[in-house]
């Protein structure tokens, strides 16, 4: 890794598709997800010490989660961890970085990313990495990672780039949301989309400069406010930023605008653990396609993720693709594919009492 890269690590969400394992106080980036003793975000910081050092590790993450951070990543210092007031999105989160970082090292390269991803392929991804890194040198440029897509996906968003034979790297034509299935089959068929994996690596001139021109409003705030950045008033600051800023993510704000963006293609065993569904996918599963994490038996039960504590029996007969979750005080039982109620379902749960969320 010829260059040493500032390392964003985004972690302020609070995973509501991961309801009601996912609480407001402890989202699932805090959690150990995956069973491997390293909760998310944990896993995230080990991923990437292998390409950067403890003193380039920024985390931003919302202010009530300051001492989650600090009790699960203990090698980095309390400057480096970055707490937003409000709920802004990834444009505003990555200003705040890149702004902070800036004040710091004009001359840094960022690699931006979420806390709460797998990567299965570990050298694979370092090598994509470095070679972003590498891209991200030619000024103005924004680098995104782009996952070769394996089937029709509709919970991804998709980037198509213009292809151009011989090239490991290629400009990014469009940015599509969520797409219907019929339309996800077509992206896969055509063979120049990939699925947007979140992760942005840029020079950090280079991403300023993409405010200034995409997003003045956040350039103006935060260069009004770059003296109190690593000074004692910076929560004052920033408490006043995010109250003027909208809530936009940055593929709205600035990729979807800019002509400057590529994307590198790769594969690296990735999933976004988006949500049970996309969990369901990685667990081992029993004859009937079931994952079964707890005490329980099942009967005419397939496809389904039943997840419970082992101080009871839970029997469940008759069930094709559901989930069944007992957390805390919430137990939870639907579609195993049906996250897009959750929004609903934490909206209502809320209304039941805050305990419950």
């Not at 001492?67 to 961890?81: C, M, T």
């Not at 379902?345 to 009492?353: D, I, M, S, T």
Request: aromatic share 12%.
């Amino acid at each position: 890794m010829q260059v040493k890269p500032y390392i964003v690590i985004m972690a302020g969400g609070i995973g509501s598709r991961f309801w009601p394992y996912s609480r407001n106080d402890r989202p699932k980036q805090f959690l150990d997800i995956l069973g491997t003793g390293r909760t998310l975000l944990q896993m995230t910081y080990d991923r990437f010490q292998e390409i950067s050092s403890p003193d380039k590790f920024y985390v931003v993450t919302n202010q009530h989660y300051f001492d989650l951070v600090k009790e699960q990543l203990p090698e980095i210092n309390d400057n480096q961890i970055l707490t937003e007031p409000l709920r802004r999105n990834t444009a505003t989160c990555i200003a705040y970085a890149a702004y902070k970082i800036n004040a710091i090292d004009p001359k840094a390269t960022l690699v931006v990313a979420p806390a709460d991803h797998l990567i299965t392929q570990e050298n694979k991804f370092h090598a994509a990495i470095d070679q972003a890194c590498q891209e991200a040198q030619k000024e103005g440029r924004l680098i995104t990672m782009g996952i070769q897509p394996n089937r029709p996906e509709t919970g991804y968003g998709y980037i198509q780039y213009l292809e151009q034979e011989g090239q490991e790297i290629f400009k990014v034509k469009t940015f599509t949301e969520k797409p219907n299935l019929k339309l996800a089959k077509t992206f896969l068929e055509s063979g120049d989309f990939v699925w947007n994996s979140g992760m942005f690596i840029w020079k950090v001139s280079s991403i300023i400069s993409a405010y200034e021109k995409y997003m003045p409003d956040v350039a103006e705030v935060f260069n009004e406010g770059a003296e109190f950045l690593g000074k004692e008033n910076e929560n004052e600051f920033i408490a006043r930023a995010y109250s003027l800023l909208k809530n936009i993510s940055i593929d709205n704000g600035i990729m979807e605008h800019s002509d400057q963006v590529f994307v590198i293609p790769a594969t690296f065993g990735w999933s976004d653990l988006g949500s049970w569904n996309s969990l369901h996918e990685l667990k081992k599963k029993d004859k009937k396609n079931n994952v079964v994490e707890g005490n329980a038996i099942l009967y005419d039960t397939e496809n389904s993720y039943v997840k419970v504590s082992s101080d009871k029996l839970v029997v469940v007969q008759g069930l094709d693709n559901y989930l069944v979750n007992e957390s805390d005080n919430v137990i939870l039982i639907c579609k195993l594919d049906a996250e897009k109620k959750f929004r609903e379902f934490v909206a209502n749960a809320k209304k039941k009492g805050k305990d419950f969320v």
